[in-house]
């Protein structure tokens, strides 16, 4: 049985959590409590910590002058520098986390596409931007996995967002006794993955491991972060995915029957046309792997970067596309 670490996420604690919308409500989403028996959450409401109450009248964001303000426009309270005051001792006080889930299109915990208005009035133009709270976590945390919900029921999007909570995960497992043995066998055991998002920036982050220069480990643990999360941060391409299969096949196929090569290889083809999850054809390599006891590819996280019960197909429709 695959082991995995516990990321520790903070999400919008009205994400199921509490019932500390404006209006009272609460929202349910399906992604944060499928992967709750596999993190460690940290709630949060700023609005709620700010003392507004519950329910309360809505808060906005409006452009005046040169800068965002955070309005209630009920009682013409501005609540920017409340807002400003809590997370800023919210970040700072903040243990490390691995990653974010925030409420989208919140004026507090929006990460994009957040109306930013012109004044208080119902029909005042607007624009869009982002929340105060989820502009400031992407200037403090953005090269962790920090996404919205509305974003996580994108297939593709969820399975990137999981892939890097993990790996940020176990990477903090490793960082509480760093030994250079340590992370050479973390890059080994992550070597096909890391193959997926870049070629070259797996290469790099081996050079790094081989410390020539003979660095203190800290050091050396800091440079492989920063390259790491910067490779992570963008999705591959499923032709890298088809890539690495095609590569990890390269170890086993010369004990598969004829049918069997030919069953991989029309699998491949049919995740190329977008008919099966890549999930599927790692399932069927890593029973291959089994049967061979192939250690190298057993090893690897490409075929276990997270938790299989997180794999869903639910999709919002937008497939490859965003
Ligand atoms: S979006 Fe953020 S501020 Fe608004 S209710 Fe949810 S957690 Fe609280």
């Known amino acids: 049985m695959d082991t995995f670490p516990k990321p520790r996420v903070v999400v919008s604690r009205c994400l199921g959590f509490e019932k500390c919308r404006y209006d009272g409500s609460v929202i349910s989403d399906p992604t944060v409590p499928l992967l709750e028996p596999h993190v460690e959450?940290?709630?949060?409401?700023?609005?709620?910590?700010?003392?507004?109450?519950?329910?309360?009248?809505?808060?906005?964001?409006?452009?005046?002058?040169?800068?965002?303000?955070?309005?209630?426009?009920?009682?013409?309270?501005?609540?920017?520098?409340?807002?400003?005051?809590?997370?800023?001792?919210?970040?700072?006080?903040?243990?490390?986390?691995?990653?974010?889930?925030?409420?989208?299109?919140?004026?507090?915990?929006?990460?994009?596409?957040?109306?930013?208005?012109?004044?208080?009035?119902?029909?005042?133009?607007?624009?869009?931007?982002?929340?105060?709270?989820?502009?400031?976590?992407?200037?403090?945390?953005?090269?962790?996995?920090?996404?919205?919900?509305?974003?996580?029921?994108?297939?593709?999007?969820?399975?990137?967002?999981?892939?890097?909570?993990?790996?940020?995960?176990?990477?903090?497992?490793?960082?509480?006794?760093?030994?250079?043995?340590?992370l050479v066998n973390f890059h080994t055991n992550n070597k096909l993955l890391f193959m997926a998002f870049s070629q070259d920036t797996m290469r790099e982050l081996g050079r790094i491991t081989a410390n020539p220069e003979k660095q203190p480990i800290e050091k050396v643990t800091g440079s492989y972060e920063v390259l790491m999360r910067k490779m992570l941060a963008t999705m591959p391409r499923f032709t890298s995915w088809i890539n690495v299969l095609q590569h990890a096949f390269g170890f086993i196929s010369d004990g598969l029957e004829k049918e069997e090569k030919e069953l991989f290889l029309n699998s491949i083809e049919e995740y190329r046309?977008?008919?099966?999850?890549?999930?599927?054809?790692?399932?069927?390599?890593?029973?291959?792997?089994?049967?061979?006891?192939?250690?190298?590819?057993?090893?690897?996280?490409?075929?276990?970067?997270?938790?299989?019960?997180l794999v869903k197909i639910t999709d919002s429709g937008q497939g490859r596309k965003l």
Request: glycine share 8%; proline share 6%.
């Open 273 to 309: 046309d977008e008919r099966i999850p890549l999930s599927t054809l790692i399932k069927l390599l890593k029973s291959y792997a089994l049967r061979f006891n192939e250690e190298y590819l057993l090893r690897q996280t490409f075929l276990k970067p997270f938790p299989l019960d």
């Open 41 to 182: 959450y940290i709630t949060v409401c700023p609005e709620k910590e700010i003392g507004l109450g519950v329910p309360r009248d809505p808060v906005r964001l409006v452009q005046k002058n040169d800068e965002k303000r955070l309005f209630q426009p009920a009682t013409g309270k501005d609540v920017t520098e409340g807002m400003q005051s809590f997370i800023d001792r919210f970040l700072d006080g903040l243990v490390e986390v691995d990653g974010f889930i925030l409420k989208h299109r919140s004026p507090s915990c929006g990460l994009s596409n957040v109306k930013i208005y012109y004044g208080f009035e119902e029909k005042v133009n607007h624009f869009r931007g982002k929340g105060m709270f989820g502009e400031a976590v992407l200037r403090s945390h953005g090269s962790l996995p920090v996404e919205d919900e509305g974003r996580l029921r994108n297939f593709s999007i969820r399975e990137h967002f999981l892939t890097r909570l993990f790996t940020m995960a176990s990477f903090r497992e490793f960082k509480k006794e760093p030994t250079m043995k340590g």
